[in-house]
């Protein structure tokens, strides 16, 4: 990767200060982020949750600092890709405790979009489960080994499937999932663990209503999914991707009606993820 | 800290390159030692750890390059204080899976040894629960944010007692901890969370035993914690400290004639260690 796609601190650089917090224990929170034309579509939801995530880490941000080196980023890297933002404690000393006067370190990254998967995707529901930790449950934080240890289980093209420790149904490795059945649209709770997915935001307060359908927020086991009628996993880069099969319970889903109406949808209000 | 100090790859340098997996995902480990005379006296069990955690991260090491930096910061660092080792995953592009060729970055740093504490130290158990994830039980990886959450919970020299969610008793923040009650040691087992300690496997493999004491590595619900006749945490920097107080139970120990009977076995084994 070039330099003029990577800023620390607004400034183009691809070094960190080996005593930040980000890298000693993952003091911080990180958001990838859609780039179409120049803008970042979805950019008041991701900064809700960035602003939210710091909160809960005791991470004070200083916004303005923040939206001057989007702008530099924004202008100075490729119209479209993926931004990663990533916001960290900053440099600290050796020690759990923050210091008290934290400095935020921020990184911004540009990355090539993939090619979009024409077809429906095949789930691999990974033997990993995520551990359930109420304090930290929905916050991008960078305390990601638990995905890193999952993907080390996927083959190919596959993508992965997380349940938590107690067999419900969570999320995607980097996607959230819904289910379609008895017409509605069902989503798992993430008040165990998961990541609160900005795209899943988008969906759950507008899109799907728009449609006139509802969504149910609530536990999922993960037996339950064979009976849905139609399958989705989706996050904020790649948008809707319609779930063909997965693969250890040999659960298949023929139907993608409802998923390509959200698609649709998606695609009218926001043109970049148009299929 | 001057950089004479901080060696990354072993060369001095204070910057790491901002693409790295440590950084982005927590994807490495790490071991804090004490350092005397030059030397690192508990060195073989730190490195059995590192190998250990660096395998259950799929991260391979070169250990003949390992040793080659550790004999750089060992002769150009000061000879008394700690060595803090890093090693992560390297440098990654985007996404969790981990790439087919891994170069680990190895970051050496020291830090001054602060003063010892003279008196038994006071307790305070955090409200905030450690998760449980067998997986990554033992380990010291870099995803640490349950640390940092409970470490803001304390006031002045206050040591953190870490719970897991179910209620038992797992460590301190960055220590051990060991009960003496009824003729026996007791430690808890951490095969649902915790850091397994240098120090403790060098007091459970050879310390109690050479003092003819029995050690049981058991689940211990918090409540039990106030029938102890005495109570110690110990890490391999500050070796074993007494504890006088548990703060939000109100549970006091006042006899430390066990813990000390393993305090000079510790200093008689490891001069570092006499208090």
């Known amino acids: 990767m070039s330099s003029a796609t990577q ?3 607004g400034v183009t650089q691809d070094v960190i200060n080996v005593q930040d917090r980000g890298l000693s224990y993952g003091h911080g ?3 990838t982020m859609r780039v179409a034309g120049g803008q970042i ?3 008041s939801l991701h900064c809700d949750r960035l602003k939210a995530g710091l909160r809960t880490l005791q991470v004070p941000l200083n916004e303005e600092l923040l939206e001057r080196e989007m702008a530099v980023a924004l202008s100075s890297f490729p119209r479209d890709g993926i931004l ?3 916001v960290t404690a900053g440099v600290g000393g050796r020690g759990y405790r923050t210091p008290t006067h934290v400095a935020t370190n921020r990184v911004l990254q540009w990355f090539e979009l993939s090619p979009a998967s024409v077809l429906p995707v095949s789930l691999y529901c990974c033997r990993y489960r995520l551990p359930c930790n109420p304090v ?10 638990d995905q890193v240890m999952a993907a080390a289980e996927l083959e190919g093209a596959q993508q992965g499937l997380l349940l938590n420790t107690e067999g419900l149904v969570i999320e995607g490795l980097s996607h959230n999932l819904f289910m379609y059945k008895n017409g509605a649209w069902h989503t798992p709770d993430l008040h165990s663990c998961g990541v609160r997915g900005v795209m899943r935001r988008l969906l759950v307060d507008a899109l ?3 449609q006139g359908k509802k969504v149910v927020i609530r536990d999922i086991p993960f037996d339950e999914l064979a009976s849905a009628d139609e399958v989705f996993l989706c996050n904020s880069v790649s948008g809707i991707l319609p779930v063909a099969q997965e693969v250890t319970s040999g659960s298949r889903w023929q139907r993608f009606e409802q998923t390509q109406a959200l698609c649709r949808g998606l695609g009218e209000r926001y043109s970049c993820f148009t299929v």
Chains 1, 2 share one sequence.
């Open 7 to 9: 800023l620390v601190n």
């Open 41 to 43: 579509p979805l950019w």
């Open 29 to 31: 929170v990180f958001e």
């Open 208 to 210: 799907i209503p728009a």
């Open 136 to 145: 930290l449950a929905g916050i991008k934080h960078l305390n990601r080994l």
């Open 84 to 86: 990663k933002l990533t």
